[in-house]
């Protein structure tokens, strides 16, 4: 049973630039949340999808876009980056309205660098 | 705003000792609280969870104690061994945002 796998694991960019980072969902998981770490830091909610629509969003600019599909696998997109986007990015699947709704798991990341 | 807080930074414990790390929240409309250990390089792995209407919850060798009048929350870690040196994060959850504290880095001596 595969886990919730996230492609690339690395990925180095410049300013201004925009990325795509890609993530599917452990089996039968239904619901794709996307984080942002900062080095020494917690996660960070970015935002959350289920039905193909985002239906939650934390504190990030409009740069920070995304999408599902119908295989619930998604994509995160970020446009104009800036150094601070620098990150290790994460992606938690979970599954709506099993008996831990709340509960997610997390990928490995895909570690973005902003030259 | 920090929803959660949560201390040490960072903790030595000996190997066989207990390692305790603590968390506090803010917004009483949380309803689920999971800790996560994270290793350099990898994701956070769900370590255990707890719901407000239990008192504490018990799974080998880790043990969370939640306090709901005071809003606060412990993760125990027993017979504390050097494979558990990593990073802790507490966690808070209201329909399925999940807000992370800081992390804890602990690390156990051999």
């Known amino acids: 049973d595969a886990g919730v796998t996230q492609s690339p694991t690395h990925l180095i960019k410049t300013r201004g630039q925009q990325v795509t980072l890609r993530c599917s969902p452990k089996s039968g998981h239904d619901t794709v949340s996307w984080y942002q770490q900062a080095l020494g830091q917690g996660p960070q909610f970015i935002f959350q999808y289920y039905e193909e629509e985002e239906r939650q969003r934390g504190n990030f600019p409009d740069r920070f876009s995304g999408h599902q599909f119908p295989n619930y696998s998604s994509e995160l997109n970020v446009n104009a980056l800036l150094l601070g986007d620098s990150a290790l990015y994460l992606c938690?699947?979970?599954?709506?309205?099993?008996?831990?709704?709340?509960?997610?798991?997390f990928g490995p990341g895909t570690r973005l660098t902003v030259l | 705003q920090q929803q959660v807080k949560q201390s040490p930074q960072s903790l030595i414990v000996q190997k066989g000792g207990i390692s305790i790390i603590n968390c506090a929240y803010e917004?009483?409309?949380?309803?689920?609280f999971p800790w996560y250990q994270q290793f350099p390089g990898k994701g956070p792995a769900l370590l255990i969870a707890i719901r407000p209407d239990v008192s504490e919850k018990k799974e080998g060798r880790f043990t969370i104690s939640f306090n709901k009048s005071a809003k606060q929350f412990s993760l125990h870690i027993m017979d504390s061994q050097p494979g558990d040196s990593a990073t802790y994060f507490c966690?808070?959850?209201?329909?399925?945002?999940?807000?992370f504290g800081k992390g804890t880095r602990l690390h156990i001596l051999p």
């Open positions: 966690a808070a959850s209201r329909v399925n945002k999940i807000i």
């Open positions: 938690a699947s979970s599954l709506e309205g099993g008996p831990w709704d709340n509960e997610q798991f």
């Open positions: 917004n009483t409309a949380f309803d689920y």
